[in-house]
């Protein structure tokens, strides 16, 4: 069973679909814990409800990044954690923590990565983007998290269509019904079963048994 630990800073419905698929079976993992990085995070309800460890971990109680990111770090290594979701987790960490778990942190972004992402681009700041930019197409990206802001190894994308009326609220709606909690899930489970390779910082899915 994969020990996996996620970090949020929100309303969760990431970690939600992730729980969900943990408890059916989908994900062959366990969630050991969830840090969040502000107390008001309905993200830890969710956890608490389904009797996940819950730990509040804030940027201001530390001195640095830096340290903020080495607390994490002790943090999953001292529950042997293997897989870090980042779910709705709003702070830019220290390289440090990159560095700690290779291939091992994953990141949703809410746009098709290289599209609308790095710095400045998060929340409903990515979706204003892709409509001031006029796309017809946009969606979600899984990827490792490396030292630099949505760079890492692409995991999985999936496309959503953008519609004429669209409002960054509606875009980000139809972007996480359709795309986020689908590819999210599915990801983590295909790393629990050990089918997600990274070879010159591309990913390869290993096929699995056929059906
Ligand atoms: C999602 O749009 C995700 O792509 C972005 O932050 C949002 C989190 O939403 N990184 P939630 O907390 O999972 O509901």
Redesign the pocket.
């Known amino acids: 069973m994969l020990r996996i630990g996620a970090l ?9 679909k992730i729980i969900d698929s943990v408890n059916s079976g989908d994900i062959k993992g366990e969630i050991v814990s969830v840090v969040s990085s502000s107390p008001n ?3 830890l309800e969710r956890a608490k409800k389904n009797n996940i460890e819950t730990s509040v971990l804030r940027l201001r109680d530390f001195g640095s990044r830096r340290e903020y990111s080495e607390a994490l770090i002790k943090h999953f290594r001292e529950r042997n954690v293997e897989l870090i979701v ?5 702070i830019i960490l220290d390289p440090v923590f990159a560095d700690a778990f290779p291939n091992r942190i994953m ?4 746009a098709l990565i290289p599209s609308f992402c790095g710095e400045g681009f ?2 409903l700041h ?1 979706h204003e983007a892709a409509l001031a930019k006029g796309v017809k197409v946009t969606g ?1 990206t899984v990827h490792f998290v490396d030292g630099k802001a949505d760079n890492g190894p692409i995991i999985m994308q999936k496309a959503v269509e953008v519609m004429d009326d669209d409002t960054p609220e509606s875009l ?1 709606k139809r ?2 019904e359709q795309a ?1 909690w689908i590819i999210f899930p599915k990801a983590i489970s295909l790393f629990a079963e050990g089918r997600i390779k990274v070879y010159e910082n591309k990913v390869k899915i290993l096929k699995g048994d056929l059906k």
């Open positions: 949020v800073s929100g309303g969760g419905t990431n970690l939600q995070a309905y993200a980042l779910a709705g987790f709003m990141n949703i972004h809410p998060y929340g990515v979600a980000q972007v996480m986020e």
